[in-house]
Protein backbone atom coordinates (compact mmCIF):
# COMPACT_ATOMS: atom_id res chain seq x y z
CA UNK A 1 0.00 0.00 0.00
CA UNK A 2 1.77 2.94 -1.53
CA UNK A 3 1.65 6.86 -2.77
CA UNK A 4 3.78 8.28 -4.53
CA UNK A 5 3.58 12.08 -5.21
CA UNK A 6 5.30 13.21 -7.85
CA UNK A 7 5.16 16.66 -10.49
CA UNK A 8 7.19 19.11 -8.52
CA UNK A 9 9.76 21.74 -9.55
CA UNK A 10 11.45 25.04 -9.41
CA UNK A 11 9.21 27.70 -10.85
CA UNK A 12 8.87 31.10 -11.58
CA UNK A 13 6.00 33.07 -9.96
CA UNK A 14 2.69 33.01 -12.54
CA UNK A 15 3.82 29.53 -13.59
CA UNK A 16 2.05 26.21 -13.57
CA UNK A 17 2.59 23.11 -12.18
CA UNK A 18 0.34 19.76 -12.04
CA UNK A 19 1.12 17.02 -9.40
CA UNK A 20 0.27 13.55 -9.45
CA UNK A 21 -0.38 10.97 -6.77
CA UNK A 22 -0.63 7.46 -7.68
CA UNK A 23 -1.42 5.01 -5.91
CA UNK A 24 -0.43 1.08 -5.40
CA UNK A 25 -1.58 -1.88 -3.59
CA UNK A 26 -5.02 -0.43 -3.09
CA UNK A 27 -7.99 1.13 -5.35
CA UNK A 28 -7.68 4.46 -5.07
CA UNK A 29 -11.47 5.13 -6.28
CA UNK A 30 -12.46 3.96 -2.58
CA UNK A 31 -10.44 7.16 -0.99
CA UNK A 32 -10.88 10.57 -0.11
CA UNK A 33 -7.62 12.02 -1.36
CA UNK A 34 -5.63 15.05 0.32
CA UNK A 35 -2.81 17.41 -0.65
CA UNK A 36 -0.90 18.86 2.01
CA UNK A 37 2.43 21.14 1.87
CA UNK A 38 4.80 22.44 4.68
CA UNK A 39 6.84 25.25 4.28
CA UNK A 40 10.60 25.16 5.94
CA UNK A 41 9.55 26.26 10.22
CA UNK A 42 5.61 26.02 9.42
CA UNK A 43 3.23 23.50 9.96
CA UNK A 44 1.81 21.15 7.59
CA UNK A 45 -1.14 22.24 6.07
CA UNK A 46 -4.28 21.23 4.28
CA UNK A 47 -4.12 22.51 0.33
CA UNK A 48 -7.20 20.38 -1.80
CA UNK A 49 -9.21 17.86 -1.26
CA UNK A 50 -11.48 15.18 -3.21
CA UNK A 51 -13.85 12.57 -2.16
CA UNK A 52 -14.40 9.24 -4.38
CA UNK A 53 -17.38 11.07 -5.46
CA UNK A 54 -15.25 13.87 -7.06
CA UNK A 55 -16.49 16.96 -4.76
CA UNK A 56 -13.26 18.55 -4.16
CA UNK A 57 -12.36 21.49 -1.02
CA UNK A 58 -9.97 24.01 -1.38
CA UNK A 59 -8.76 26.13 1.30
CA UNK A 60 -8.71 29.83 0.63
CA UNK A 61 -5.41 30.54 -0.17
CA UNK A 62 -5.70 28.13 -3.50
CA UNK A 63 -9.04 29.09 -4.41
CA UNK A 64 -9.14 29.83 -8.06
CA UNK A 65 -5.92 28.55 -8.64
CA UNK A 66 -5.47 25.26 -8.12
CA UNK A 67 -8.03 22.46 -9.49
CA UNK A 68 -7.78 19.03 -8.15
CA UNK A 69 -9.46 16.09 -10.61
CA UNK A 70 -8.79 12.45 -9.97
CA UNK A 71 -8.79 9.22 -12.72
CA UNK A 72 -9.87 6.08 -11.06
CA UNK A 73 -8.58 4.20 -13.87
CA UNK A 74 -5.39 5.06 -13.49
CA UNK A 75 -5.32 5.32 -9.94
CA UNK A 76 -4.15 8.44 -9.81
CA UNK A 77 -5.26 11.87 -8.48
CA UNK A 78 -4.12 15.56 -9.89
CA UNK A 79 -3.28 18.88 -8.68
CA UNK A 80 -3.14 21.46 -11.02
CA UNK A 81 -1.25 24.48 -10.07
CA UNK A 82 -1.62 27.85 -11.92
CA UNK A 83 -0.59 30.56 -11.24
CA UNK A 84 1.83 29.59 -8.50
CA UNK A 85 3.20 32.55 -5.64
CA UNK A 86 6.23 32.63 -3.75
CA UNK A 87 4.24 31.59 -0.79
CA UNK A 88 3.10 28.45 -2.30
CA UNK A 89 6.99 27.04 -1.93
CA UNK A 90 6.68 23.95 -0.05
CA UNK A 91 6.69 20.33 0.10
CA UNK A 92 3.56 18.57 -1.15
CA UNK A 93 2.22 15.66 0.40
CA UNK A 94 -1.08 13.42 -0.66
CA UNK A 95 -2.75 11.20 1.82
CA UNK A 96 -5.84 8.82 1.34
CA UNK A 97 -8.50 7.88 3.56
CA UNK A 98 -11.92 6.24 3.24
CA UNK A 99 -13.61 8.39 5.46
CA UNK A 100 -14.10 11.73 4.10
CA UNK A 101 -15.05 13.29 7.33
CA UNK A 102 -11.71 12.51 9.25
CA UNK A 103 -9.66 13.68 5.67
CA UNK A 104 -11.92 16.71 5.42
CA UNK A 105 -11.53 17.59 8.92
CA UNK A 106 -7.70 17.14 8.87
CA UNK A 107 -7.62 19.36 5.52
CA UNK A 108 -9.06 22.41 7.26
CA UNK A 109 -7.05 22.16 10.54
CA UNK A 110 -4.24 19.73 10.54
CA UNK A 111 -4.04 17.79 13.35
CA UNK A 112 -1.37 15.36 12.76
CA UNK A 113 -0.85 12.55 10.28
CA UNK A 114 -2.28 9.77 12.77
CA UNK A 115 -5.83 9.61 11.36
CA UNK A 116 -5.34 8.95 8.05
CA UNK A 117 -4.50 5.93 6.71
CA UNK A 118 -2.13 6.27 4.06
CA UNK A 119 0.56 9.37 3.50
CA UNK A 120 2.75 9.60 0.65
CA UNK A 121 6.35 10.94 0.08
CA UNK A 122 6.16 14.51 -0.68
CA UNK A 123 7.27 16.22 -3.87
CA UNK A 124 9.25 19.57 -3.22
CA UNK A 125 7.49 22.71 -5.18
CA UNK A 126 9.72 26.08 -5.28
CA UNK A 127 8.57 29.02 -6.92
CA UNK A 128 10.65 32.20 -7.04
CA UNK A 129 9.48 35.40 -7.34
Known amino acids: VQLQASGGGSVESGDSLTLSCTASGFALGYYGIGWFRQAPGKEREGVSGINNEGVPYYADSVKGRFTISRDNAENTVYLQMNNLKPEDTATYYC????????????????????????WGIGTQVTVSS
Open 95 to 118: AANRGWATLMHSLVQYHGPRNIEV
